[in-house]
């Protein structure tokens, strides 16, 4: 029930973030980076660092300003994840590998999405969404591989591997290759949850 709590407190905080927000919760650090309609957080915890989502293509050498300000270089990251394969949350991350040489996983349900570096099939659940649908379905990337493919009924834990105590489960909804990440109390669910895509909350 307090992992819970935590993360109902912590959700519209990071989901309203605008521009560079830092946060810490235990021994996470957070630091949530407004783009647009979306965010990207770099997760600190005991000398390690992991990349939760990238935004779009574009929006990787804005993110990576926002991290040098606070004294945070690309080359610390030991790990990317993509929540899913959408160009919001999947585009930068690429490029992201790039100027970082870190990993990157995503889940297997999305290999197609990352190798099209395009939205899919996307079904508007709001007026909103359907006055948006057009740029959405325009937005893309370029199309990639991941290093580390989650099966659709897997989970990991990075502690050995990359240092950090965060759990990664698949969570197939949103798309098939949904994941989830939890480091310590927080819990990481790309839109699998709603957020406010209107404005502050």
């Not at 990238?54 to 945070?72: C, F, I, R, S």
């Not at 590998?97 to 996983?105: K, T």
Request: glycine residues 12%.
């Amino acid at each position: 029930m307090r992992r819970l709590a935590l993360f109902v407190l912590l959700f519209p905080l990071l989901a309203c973030a605008s521009q560079t927000h830092v946060i810490r919760i235990g021994d996470v650090e957070i630091t949530s980076v407004r783009q647009r309609y979306n965010n990207a957080f770099l997760v600190r915890s005991d000398g390690a660092a992991i990349v939760v989502d990238t935004g779009e293509q574009g929006d990787v050498a804005d993110l990576v300003d926002h991290w040098l300000d606070l004294g945070v270089d690309p080359a610390d990251v030991d790990l990317i994840i993509v929540t899913h394969g959408h160009a919001d949350h999947a585009g930068g991350a690429r490029h992201l590998q790039e100027l970082s040489g870190a990993p990157i996983l995503v889940g297997e349900g999305d290999r197609e999405l990352l190798a099209h570096g395009d939205n899919g099939d996307l079904c508007p659940a709001s007026s909103y969404g359907e006055q948006h649908l057009d740029d959405a379905l325009s937005t893309t990337y370029d199309g990639f591989a991941a290093d580390i493919w989650l099966p659709e009924d897997g989970s990991v834990d990075l502690l050995e591997d990359y240092g950090i105590d965060a759990r990664v489960t698949a969570l197939p909804g949103h798309t098939d290759g949904s994941l989830v990440v939890q480091v310590g109390d927080v819990v990481f669910v790309g839109d699998l949850l709603r957020g406010s895509v209107t404005g502050e909350q």
